[in-house]
């Protein structure tokens, strides 16, 4: 009989943010998957390291960071394969998955290939957008406010257009694309008002004024958060 696959949010960073289901879930779950880059330990993992069972399985998921995207699809088509076995044989997979599973994650990619044929149960989490605005701290929005979340790969016309109709804005995936982030945010007049977050809930947690920024890149751990005007959201 087929088991279920948790396609589960772990939270920005600190594991006090792990939600009490999230904790549940790991404590009677014996197979545990989750994305690594190759040689780098997992950030999913250490944050919950202490609701993990013992003698839990570990099934690391080893994503090559790479521009091109056939190599991560092949590596989450190799892992899908070995989840869908363990699936057949009735033990239930739990994947990590940092922020939450739907916002940005990976986990959409075992969604996708898996979901026809298997259980899943996806387990929200609380997202590093929520966690940047509290490491500000400062509203994302209020009252009858827009918020725009934009890629940094966006293409730089459809992007300058978003930024200039834009009231309140988050800006992900910057790293390697910070230096044309900022001058399109100094084109748009959202320059003065932004903060860049590094690692939000993080012991290594950093908030710095974009204008004051002085690196070429981002971590990839990174949010621009900025908004229009004077009045703060």
Do not use: W
């Not at 056939?70 to 994947?95: H, N, T, W």
């Not at 995936?173 to 590094?198: P, Q």
């Amino acid at each position: 009989m087929s088991a279920t696959l948790y396609l589960l949010g772990v939270g920005p960073g600190d594991p006090d943010l792990l939600t009490l289901k999230a904790a549940n879930i790991l404590r009677k779950t014996r197979v545990i998957a989750f994305a690594q880059k190759p040689g780098t330990p997992s950030m999913a993992l250490n944050i919950t390291k202490t609701h993990v069972q013992k003698h839990a399985a570990l099934l690391p998921v080893d994503v090559p960071m790479q521009v091109a995207p056939e190599a991560a699809q092949s590596a989450y088509d190799l892992a899908a394969s070995r989840i869908a076995a363990l699936l057949d044989q009735g033990k239930s997979v739990a994947y990590l998955c940092e922020g939450d599973p739907f916002f940005y994650g990976s986990a959409m990619y075992f969604f996708d290939r898996l979901s026809p044929e298997h259980a899943i149960e996806v387990v929200p989490g609380i997202s590093s957008l929520n966690a940047a605005s509290a490491a500000i701290p400062r509203p994302l929005v209020a009252r009858s406010q827009h918020l725009k979340i934009l890629p940094a790969t966006m293409a730089e016309p459809e992007l300058k257009a978003e930024l200039e109709t834009a009231q309140s804005v988050a800006i992900m995936k910057t790293g390697r694309h910070f230096s044309r982030i900022k001058k399109l945010l100094s084109e748009t007049k959202l320059a003065e008002n932004a903060l860049i977050i590094e690692h939000a809930s993080g012991t290594d947690e950093k908030v710095t004024p974009l204008l004051k920024y002085s690196g070429d890149n981002l971590p990839y751990f990174a949010i621009i958060l900025t908004h229009k005007g004077n009045e703060t959201p």
